[in-house]
């Protein structure tokens, strides 16, 4: 995750949990490198990475297990997904997913997502995700936090106008620190017109294991829908 300010290329998080399943660390050494995006600072040919064209790009930053973001891409299949996420044992989770149903439609980045930002094209994407992103929740930790000014600087950016940041927590006082921060930016509009614009999730919503674990806790998601001017 990135700082509100230049983090000075700190990565904060974790890349590794238990020891991978047998199955899991052949997915990791075979299919990653498959759908991985391509090393080094150039700037990606988006379209080039599917196997077949596509009507939109949408990207998920910090997809988790990935069960968002396989749903989306499974139900959007002329849409190119991208999903970024550096903790290992969710990528694999992911790519089983991908085995089993076959997508073709998404490809990934097993790296801080601040890292290819830079080389995604200028209003290339329709559409972004940031679903329960870590909230670090001690105030000294808290300049850790994805969302901040320089981010969705970065944001916007690669994102065309009229297109939805979607952002979910579960966490009364990351929300409101987005809703300031977006404020601040001056570069989205926050679409909600009453509180079941921000109680409710969105459509064909196939929610989050974290998500289920958060409720059974007793927390109450928000779901953020912003679009970029």
């Known amino acids: 995750m990135v700082a509100e300010q230049d983090r000075g290329g700190a990565f904060y998080g974790r890349r590794k949990g238990h020891r991978l399943r047998d199955n899991h660390a052949r997915l990791i050494a075979e299919v990653l490198p498959r759908l991985r995006l391509p090393a080094g600072a150039d700037p990606l040919d988006l379209p080039g990475l599917f196997p077949h064209p596509v009507s939109d790009i949408w990207l998920e930053i910090g997809f988790g297990g990935g069960e968002h973001l396989l749903a989306r891409a499974r139900e959007n299949p002329d849409v ?4 970024c996420e550096p903790f290992v044992n969710g990528m694999a989770k992911l790519l089983a997913g991908v085995e089993e ?14 890292r290819v930002l830079p080389r995604l094209p200028a209003g290339s994407i329709g559409r972004v995700f940031v679903l329960y992103p870590d909230p670090w929740p001690k105030r000294r930790h808290r300049k850790r936090r994805f969302i901040g000014l320089e981010t969705l600087a970065a944001l916007a950016r690669i994102m065309r106008p009229g297109a939805e940041l979607r952002f979910a927590t579960d ?29 409710r999730p969105w459509a064909g919503w196939p929610g989050t294991r974290y998500e289920a674990k958060a409720l059974r806790e007793g927390r109450s998601p928000m779901y953020l829908t912003f679009v970029r001017r």
């Open 80 to 83: 190119g997904f991208i999903g």
């Open 171 to 199: 966490i009364d006082d990351y929300a409101a620190w987005t809703l300031a921060r977006v404020a601040r930016s001056g570069l989205f509009d926050w679409q909600a017109e009453r509180a079941d614009d921000w109680r």
């Open 101 to 114: 149903h076959g997508v073709s439609n998404l490809r990934v980045w097993d790296d801080d997502a601040v």
